[in-house]
């Protein structure tokens, strides 16, 4: 079944392959070629689903209902993972201000550390990316911020 678009103006088939080719090598090179999600897993030793936990929760403290939320997990396997960073020494449990009765996760400064070096890693471009022209560069900015806006 296709997707429905979102807009009404016609793409010819030219533009639809273009888009199409562009799609599919950003897909490669994202999460092919220059995906950063085992280099950051290597350098922090452990798995990526712990690095998204810390990342989640950097902003500020959550529920494990949030965090499983904002995960896309299930709760016991939230908790799981919520159960290795607390070993691990970078997140606690701590009461709810407001509700006694529920918990909240938050990040130790060991945690913080952690989630900080895990987002400069992925925030980090290729040499590939670097060594395009200027131009090149600006543009797909121009594009990206397009697409995100």
């Not at 897993?41 to 690095?51: H, K, N, T, V, Y």
């Not at 060991?110 to 040499?127: Q, Y």
Request: zero cysteines.
């Amino acid at each position: 079944m296709e997707r429905p678009r979102e807009t009404d103006q016609p793409v010819d088939d030219a533009t639809a392959q273009a888009a199409t080719r562009a799609w599919q090598g950003l897909h490669t090179l994202l999460l092919e070629r220059h995906n950063r999600r085992k280099e950051v897993a290597d350098a922090l030793g452990m798995s990526f689903s712990r690095i998204r936990a810390l990342r989640r929760i950097a902003p500020g403290p959550l529920t494990l209902r949030d965090l499983a939320q904002r995960m896309s997990t299930d709760p016991p396997y939230t908790t799981v993972i919520v159960d290795d960073l607390v070993r691990r020494g970078f997140a606690e449990r701590v009461t709810h201000p407001v509700d006694r009765r529920s918990k909240l996760v938050r990040l130790t400064e060991e945690g913080k550390a952690a989630a900080h070096r895990a987002a400069t890693i992925l925030a980090t471009p290729p040499d590939d990316l670097l060594a395009l022209p200027r131009e090149d560069i600006e543009a797909l900015d121009r594009v990206v911020t397009r697409l995100l806006g």
